[in-house]
């Protein structure tokens, strides 16, 4: 069975290594200091490195680092996959992908002390339970409680295992989600696999800043990735800062606009 797990934070530390089959990781971040003492398995040697790229290696996995959005949203393509994200643009993205190609998710959730995992199939739609991207708390506000993000993996772990014998499509602990009158994606409109999204996103429990973009020249132009305090991927650039004004600062004057 192919599984596709998206995001290799705290969560996905604890889920990704003990998930079996050909399993697939995502994750468009970079390790920082801070991150070691909850993501288990990224070391003092790691920081600065994508989370995705060292999980990939350490576990023998296929992975990708990149920010899952509207263009390259297929490599979900599998028979499952796992929501181990922090932010709901990306599981509105996940939601919509899933619905349309018929492919069951586990949603993962901690915030604060409230831990949550949802088994979603082709019928019940995420975009029906969250409404709203904006005003919700996120693990940026709230942190993240690391015996409630065990706790969520444990049971995440045993419902995946539990589904895989069971077949993916059998009724069981799905949850069943009462249609929102007012839901896009079950009208048939999905915003975000056709490119809805915020511009700028600060990553959740990280100083870097994404801005989204054709950084193909500034790449070329550098031999490494990592240039002081920016990453520079093709298709986007991570700024360490403490605000987005600062950000947008550093920024332009490193791409010299
Ligand atoms: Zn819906």
């Known amino acids: 069975m192919k599984i596709a797990v998206v995001g290799c934070g705290t969560t996905g530390n604890l889920i990704i290594p003990k998930l079996k089959g050909e399993v697939f990781i995502i994750d468009r971040d970079i390790i920082e200091e ?13 920081v600065g490195k994508p989370k995705a790229e060292v999980l990939g290696r350490k576990l023998n996995l296929k992975f990708k680092v990149i920010d899952l959005d509207h263009k ?28 349309k190609n018929k492919i069951p998710w586990v949603y993962t959730g901690v915030v604060g002390d409230l831990g949550r995992v949802l088994l979603f199939n082709g019928d019940f739609c995420f975009r029906c339970l969250f409404t709203e991207v904006k005003g ?6 709230l942190g993240i409680d690391m015996s409630v993000a065990k706790n969520v993996a444990k049971v995440a772990i045993e419902e995946i295992t539990k589904m895989k014998s069971r077949g993916l499509w059998m009724n069981g602990d799905w949850v069943k989600v009462k ?30 800043f994404q801005f989204k973009g054709d950084y193909r020249e500034v790449k070329n132009k550098y031999s490494e990735n990592v240039v002081g305090d920016f990453y520079v991927f093709d298709d986007r650039i991570l700024v360490k800062a403490e605000t987005i004004r600062e950000a947008r600062k550093k920024l332009s004057v490193f791409i010299g606009v």
């Open 34 to 46: 801070k991150n070691i003492e909850r993501q288990v398995l990224f070391e003092k040697q790691d």
């Open 72 to 99: 390259n949203v297929s490599v979900l393509k599998s028979d499952l996959v796992v929501d181990c994200t922090d932010n709901l643009e990306t599981r509105f993205l996940i939601n919509e992908y899933c619905r």
């Open 136 to 141: 919700l708390d996120t693990c940026t506000t």
């Open 179 to 208: 249609k929102n009158e007012t839901c896009p994606v079950c009208k048939g409109k999905y915003d975000f696999l056709e490119g809805k999204r915020s511009s700028n996103v600060k990553f959740c429990g990280s100083s870097r």
